[in-house]
């Protein structure tokens, strides 16, 4: 008897504090996120501003230079731009939407400036587009800025409250 309650507290101690864990880690892969987006979206800066390629070909460059866990994003622009011929380049864009939210842990206003930058693309000339890049990196600048608070604020905080939720379970049931 000893033996099973044991274990039936080392099971609720071990799910609630990976269940903790796993919510405290959506902050720093978010933070992470931004990171990568912010590079990716450098890159897309090189290749349209400076090398003058084709969106197509820029964003499949994208893909291949950018961090994977972010880069993605522009290969299935890229696609849904060549698969259905649209002639607006933000109906793409809004298509990953739910991409951004689900996978890359985006808040709103994130995916709305990810948004913004498929509304300028390809809509004004070279210069144009240059000064809509920097604004837009740095509102993404901002935002890592915000999500670094934020995860130092709630990482730790749902680590700890999973362990100690977990304990709380366990005494009760003692």
Do not use: W
Not at 10 to 24: D, I
Not at 48 to 65: D, H, S
Not at 79 to 89: F, G, S, T
């Amino acid at each position: 008897m000893v033996f099973l309650k044991f274990a039936g507290g080392t099971l609720v101690l071990l799910s609630s504090s990976l269940m903790g864990f796993s919510y405290g880690k959506k902050y720093s892969n978010r933070l992470n996120n931004l990171i990568y987006m912010e590079q990716c979206i450098k890159i897309l800066e090189t290749e349209i501003v400076y090398g003058a390629v084709p969106l197509p070909e820029a964003l499949l460059n994208v893909y291949n230079k950018g961090n994977k866990k972010v880069s993605f994003i522009f290969k299935e622009i890229r696609d849904h731009i060549l698969n259905n011929r649209v002639e607006d380049v933000y109906y793409s864009f809004f298509h990953v939407r739910h991409i951004l939210k689900e996978s890359l842990y985006f808040k709103q206003q994130e995916i709305e400036i990810f948004l913004s930058l498929g509304r300028i693309l390809g809509a004004s000339d070279r210069e144009d587009q240059e000064k809509n890049f920097k604004l837009i990196l740095n509102q993404i600048i901002l935002l890592e800025k915000e999500a670094k608070l934020e995860r130092d604020k709630n990482e730790k905080m749902f680590k700890n409250l999973g362990v100690l939720i977990g304990l709380a379970i366990v005494i009760i049931l003692i």
